[in-house]
Each structure stands twice: as structure tokens, then as C-alpha cells.
């Protein structure tokens, strides 16, 4: 059987080429380290981690990362296998001894009798005319500059970005709509829009000029020397940038209140009639997904650490109890605009000999590259040997990813996501806990329907 190519040996890679292996197949993994470095990388191993040595919760029942670990764990996983052989303690958490889990994986990859490992950096997309007529790219979110032209001039200049500003996407379920209201900007229907296709926050003088000092008295994460090299676009500012400019800046910029009536403060006048107002300042949530389970706040990519993220941003009317699926960030990554470019199948439409896996695809995290890897691995076998693998199901973990990255997601927002209960369609019942074990039990089910 002719082999699959692989380009990149990182987390993705590593896995896509050992369920290839797996399933019978000859696979040529093309790895640049040592030849050539990355402003992260560290050592020639394959899959290094390049920061934090933590998979995240092990919790396959209330967490969605850990039901990520269970699902690949049941696909064989041989990147959950050396993560469970090289584990060190970490209370509820998978983590590991970086240097032998990376060991593990690069020993097991190496003595397979059906791959081969090139170093070598690929500069340029494989043609399909090549012998390479089946390749995973899986170069992750600091991809050779030479390769990351070629993708860019494959896909087109605004289809793949080298940093993400990432806004923070809260679940919808937990915003207070008893202050919030939907409206659009001057009620616009545009393209598939109803008039209210927006969440709106409204805030009065103090409550604006209250979040905007916290905004900026909030402590910051840093650029990393070699991110600060990397342009990024000034429409991508962060807000607490925007604020710092002058306390009426962000009133004009992401949170202009024009064209915009909160009908909760609107006073009634004689007739019955409400007389609309302008806030001070509205801040607006999007719809991120096509399920409606989740929002962004627009505008608002932000470098505030964590904690005080979340404390800030839960100084809004109508997120007071706001839980977020993701918290905002700004870092150097390069990745695809995923959800218009690739079937669902992983494949570049244009180019469908073509396939990504990891990072690059728009997924966030660790574990989450490495169930792409897995799922490109499985795809591109079934596609060698002729035979259909299916998708797993849209209720499981690895279903909603991928949906989410090849589709779902709204391509003109799409920033990097990471797996969490709000790609999930929902559940009709529970609170709380109760309400993440459903998730989990169906997933789990419907997750073995797909195995077997
Ligand atoms: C600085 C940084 C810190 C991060 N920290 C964390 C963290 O703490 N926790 C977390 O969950 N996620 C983190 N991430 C995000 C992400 O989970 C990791 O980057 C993860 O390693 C991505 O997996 P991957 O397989 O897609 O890419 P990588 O693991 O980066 O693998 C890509 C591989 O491709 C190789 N390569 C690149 N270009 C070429 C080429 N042209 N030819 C051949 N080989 C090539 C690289 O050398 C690399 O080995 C971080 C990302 C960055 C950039």
C-alpha cells in the first residue's frame, strides 16, 4: 500500500501517524526538528510539550476534556497511553514527566515497523500529483514560515492567521437576560439576520467608568519576546489597550451604545408608550455557534490573567454569574479559518488530498490537537483502504469538536476553541452537575455506538 504522509511530529502528528500504523498502512512522518527549530520547541523528542506539563481534568464524567481523554483513550490513543505511563501527581488532573511521556512516544513511533521518520522541514505544500497523494499537515500553531506562505497562498490571505485574539465566549444559558436584552445595531436584518440577533449589556456612567479602571488596574500577561516580532493587526487590540487611551475610547470603539434601546430602563410615558433611551455604553455578545449555546463578547480579546478576567468581566449587568467556555487571549498561533475551508472530513476542499490535524485547524489545547490527530489518522486510513469511517457522533466530545471547527463555528468570528459542554447539543434536563453527567452519559454511549 502506497504510504500516508504526515508533516509534523508534534502532538497531532504523532498520533495521526500511529493509528495509521495501526490500521496496517505504511506512514512517512516528516518532522523538521532537529534540522530546524521552533521558537518553543526544545528538544528533537516527538509530541514535546512546549509549555505546561497538564492534559487537564481526567474527569470523563463532569468535564469535557476528560471525556475527550476517555474517548481517545478507548480509540487507543498513543498519546493517552504514554501520558498514563509517565503520569505524576496532579490531584483531579492528568499530568505528566514531559521528557518521558515525549521519550515514550517517540520510541514507540520509531521501532513501528510501518513508519519511517524524516527529518526534514516540508517548505511547501506536497502536489497531488506527487507520490503524496494522502498527507496530514499537522504543524501546529508555529508552523515553518516557509510552509505557512505556501498554506496562505493555498487558501488565501485572510484564511490563515498567525496570532489569535480571542474574545471570551460565555454559555448562554448563563446570562441574565433579565437585564440583557437581544436587539442588532438600528434593528439591521441583514444576511440571515432576524433584527435581534445580539445580546446587549448596557451600563450607566458609573458602572462604565468603574469597569474601565478595573480593566486597566487588572493585572496582564506578557508578550513572549519572540511573539512581540510577530505583527498583529490593530483591529485586533486588546480592550484594556483601548481603555488605556482614554476613558471614552472603548465607548466609541467596541462598546458604542448607538442604535441600540434597552427595553428593561425604558421609562413608560403617558400613553403607555416606552420611550427609549441611549445607554452609557453596551457591550454586545455574538452567537457563536450554530446551536446557540455559546456567545462572544465582540470586540473584547484581552490579555487580563485569568482570575481577574473573570472577575472583571463579571462586573457587566447581565453576566454578573456569567460562565465562560472560553476566556479571552492573545497569543502568536497559526491557524486555519477552518469552518470554510475543510470538509467535514478534515480534507482542504480545494485541494482535498490535503488534510489537517491539530492546532492548525483551530482547536485549542493540548488534547484537544491530539483528538484532530486521531480523527485525520482514522479518516485518511479509511480513505487508503476504500472503506467509510463515519464521524463520531455530534453528542460526543470528539463529535462536537468536529463539528465545531469544520462548520459550525461562525467562519467570520473563528478564533481558536477549546472542548467544552457549550459545542454540545443540549440536554433537556439538571442543574449543574447533574447536568454535565447527562452530557457525558450520552456522549459515552453514542461514543460506543461509533466504536462498535
Ligand atoms: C508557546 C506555546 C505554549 C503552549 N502551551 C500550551 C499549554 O500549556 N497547554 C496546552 O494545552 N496547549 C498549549 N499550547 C497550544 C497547543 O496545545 C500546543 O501548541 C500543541 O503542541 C499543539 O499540537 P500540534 O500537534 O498541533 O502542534 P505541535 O505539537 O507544535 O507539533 C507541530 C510539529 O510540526 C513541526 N513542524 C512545523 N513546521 C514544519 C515543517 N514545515 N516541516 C516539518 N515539520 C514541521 C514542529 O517542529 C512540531 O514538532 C501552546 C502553544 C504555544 C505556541
Not at 486588546?238 to 425604558?266: S, Y
Not at 446557540?292 to 454569574?321: C, H, S, W
Not at 488534547?367 to 469511517?389: D, I, P
Amino acid at each position: 500500500m502506497k504510504p500516508i504522509h504526515i508533516i509534523g511530529g508534534g502532538l497531532a502528528g504523532s498520533e495521526a501517524a500511529w493509528q495509521i500504523a495501526q490500521a496496517g498502512i505504511p506512514v512517512i512522518l516528516h518532522e523538521m526538528r532537529p534540522i530546524r527549530g521552533t521558537e518553543a520547541h526544545q528538544t528533537d523528542s516527538l509530541a514535546e510539550l512546549v509549555c505546561s506539563n497538564s492534559f487537564r481534568s481526567d474527569d470523563s464524567d463532569y468535564n469535557a476534556v476528560g471525556l475527550l481523554h476517555d474517548e481517545m483513550r478507548r480509540c487507543g490513543s498513543i498519546i493517552m497511553a504514554a501520558a498514563d505511563k509517565n503520569q505524576v501527581p496532579a490531584g483531579g488532573a492528568l499530568a505528566v514527566d514531559r521528557h518521558g511521556f515525549s521519550a515514550a512516544v517517540t520510541a514507540q513511533l520509531e521501532s513501528h515497523p510501518l513508519v519511517t521518520l524524516a527529518r526534514e522541514e516540508i517548505t511547501a505544500l506536497p502536489d497531488a500529483s506527487d507520490d503524496m497523494d494522502n498527507v496530514i499537515i499537522a504543524t501546529g500553531p508555529l508552523t515553518s514560515g516557509a510552509l505557512a506562505e505556501s498554506i496562505r497562498a493555498a487558501t488565501g490571505i485572510e484564511s490563515l492567521a498567525f496570532f489569535d485574539a480571542i474574545a471570551p465566549i460565555v454559555y448562554r444559558e448563563s446570562i441574565d437576560m433579565s437585564k440583557a436584552w437581544m436587539q442588532s445595531r438600528y434593528d439591521k436584518t441583514g444576511p440571515g439576520g432576524t433584527g435581534s440577533d445580539y445580546i446587549n449589556c448596557a451600563m450607566d456612567k458609573d458602572q462604565y467608568e468603574n469597569f474601565v479602571r478595573e480593566l486597566i488596574a487588572a493585572p496582564k500577561t506578557d508578550f513572549k519576546e519572540w511573539e512581540k516580532n510577530t505583527p498583529y493587526f490593530d483591529g485586533c487590540l486588546p480592550i484594556e489597550i483601548m481603555a488605556e487611551r482614554g476613558i471614552d475610547t472603548l465607548r466609541h470603539g467596541p462598546m458604542k451604545p448607538v442604535g441600540l434601546t434597552n427595553p428593561h430602563t425604558a421609562p413608560v410615558d403617558e400613553n403607555g408608550n416606552k420611550k427609549f433611551q441611549r445607554s452609557h455604553a453596551v457591550v454586545q455578545l455574538r452567537q457563536d455557534n450554530a446551536l446557540g449555546t455559546l456567545y462572544n463578547l465582540v470586540g473584547f480579546q484581552t490579555k487580563m490573567k485569568y482570575a481577574d478576567q473573570t472577575r472583571v468581566l463579571r462586573m457587566i449587568p447581565g453576566l454578573e454569574n456569567a460562565e465562560f467556555a472560553r476566556l479571552g487571549g492573545l497569543h502568536r498561533n497559526t491557524f486555519l479559518n477552518s469552518p470554510k475551508l475543510l470538509d467535514s472530513e478534515l480534507r482542504l476542499k480545494s485541494q482535498p488530498h490535503l488534510r489537517f490535524a491539530g492546532q492548525v485547524t483551530g482547536v485549542e489545547g493540548y488534547v484537544e490537537s491530539t483528538a484532530m490527530g486521531l480523527l485525520a489518522g482514522q479518516f485518511a486510513a479509511a480513505e487508503r483502504k476504500g472503506t467509510l469511517r463515519g464521524h463520531p457522533a455530534r453528542t460526543t466530545a470528539m463529535g462536537a469538536l468536529l463539528a465545531h471547527v469544520t462548520g459550525e463555528a461562525n467562519a467570520e468570528t473563528f478564533q481558536p476553541m477549546n472542548v467544552n459542554f457549550g459545542l454540545f447539543p443540549l440536554v433537556d434536563s439538571g442543574k449543574g452537575r447533574d447536568r454535565k453527567l447527562l452530557y457525558t452519559e450520552r456522549a459515552k454511549k453514542d461514543f460506543n455506538a461509533w466504536l462498535s
